[in-house]
């Protein structure tokens, strides 16, 4: 009964798409269990570039079967757009499955992730906007509507009527803004309820049946370990468990049927949104990074804040998602830098921490000073061609023995590119 989980070890945007779409041709299955279109992973197949952000990156593999687990909050309106734009695409989504139980994104939602940023003002999150939040804190609240509702005229319709009740007094007089109606509402969604029903299923029965057939399974996380809601710089985090332990959780699997855990780092750290980020750079070094990277938001297009890779960051996702593997990528894009800085600890007040810090005041920019390893680059060398471990120049293959000793996780895909054959394998294997 094998299976992978895939997750990002730092605040997302890693490469998970490009990684789960390279290994997909290994796996039967490839399963979104969290988060929902605050995703954006980038896909690249006959030289075209694509951001999915609601359908696991397995899609481009006509042979695999694309899930979205019950973990995930679905937006109908996303959903249509993205079966339409594979369509468009020539890639079929016939074969995607939809979990009975996932949630739905309401419209809302959306409005109230907008209200609730906006009255946080300069402490806002810096969300995605999508209603990702308040869906999931209607999940919890135990007043969310699923998949099966939509399904349901009469169950919706009471489901919705309940909901508003309540949402439009908080819209309307918390925050000024305008109301739903239950009519309005059914005749957007009523439509997509005809556009999900072929693809619904009871995903856990599905998984439980294929694991049993020794069917292969990859469990794609969205967003990043630093971004999961336990385990996160909350409050600046989203909604879901993006880390390992939200696979079984988000899908209905049991976590023995886990066999390996794939983590993907950037040979560098961006993040997108606020919050603390102890490797910052906010000088033109951040800014060549994220220049050279093209580091900006797939779904929102903002600019993604740009560092140096986190060793201390690393190690925790190592521990709270018990990484087997990790795939570096972005690695090409050291190439612009002279010399490497990689934060090996931190020091705060006096103290050094090796580990994670208990308290995340430490991580602040006012409280902490990174301890920097500094070693040399190979500044001006293309690596976009090399394919294998021993065509790197000699202190690209330093630093990645250095991360790796660093973690204690071997780095067995490194990714020198974003097309698929810029991949160079060192032992990466999915049984
Ligand atoms: P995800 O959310 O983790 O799937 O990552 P995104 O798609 O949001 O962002 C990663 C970006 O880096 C995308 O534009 C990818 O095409 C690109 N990318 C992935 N791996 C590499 C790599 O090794 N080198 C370079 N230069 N770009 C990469
Ligand atoms: P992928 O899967 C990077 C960030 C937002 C914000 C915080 C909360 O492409 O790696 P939300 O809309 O989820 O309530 O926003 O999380 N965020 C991401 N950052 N990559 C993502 O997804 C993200 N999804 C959410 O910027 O800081
Ligand atoms: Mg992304």
Redesign the pocket.
Known sequence: MPSTVLV?AQW???????ITDLISSDYDYVVRFQGGNN????V?ADGKKLALRLTPSGVMNPACVPVIGNGVVVDPRVLAGEIDMLAENGISTEKLVISCDAHVIMPYHIALDGAQEMRLGKHEIGTTKNGIGPAYKDKAGRTGIRIQDLLDEKIFREKLETALEYKNQVLEKIYGLPTFTVDQILEEYLPYADLIRPHMAETAQLLNEALRADKNILFEGAQGTLLDIDHGTYPFVTSSSCCAGGAPTGSGVGPKAVTKVLG?TKAYITRVGSGPFPTELKDETGELLGQV??EFG?VTGRKRRCGWFDAVIARYAADVNSLTDIAL?????LSAVDTIKICVAYEADGVRYDYFPMQHSVLYPKNVTPIYEELPGWKGEDITACRSFEDLPANAQAYVQYLEEMIGVPMSII????DRE?TIFRGWSSR
Do not use: M, N, R, Y
Request: proline residues 4%; charged residues 20%.
């Open positions: 990002g997302g945007d890693e490469g998970k798409g490009k995703a954006g992973h980038t690249i993907i990277g093209g797939v990528t972005k690695l090409d894009v990714a020198v590119g974003p810029q």
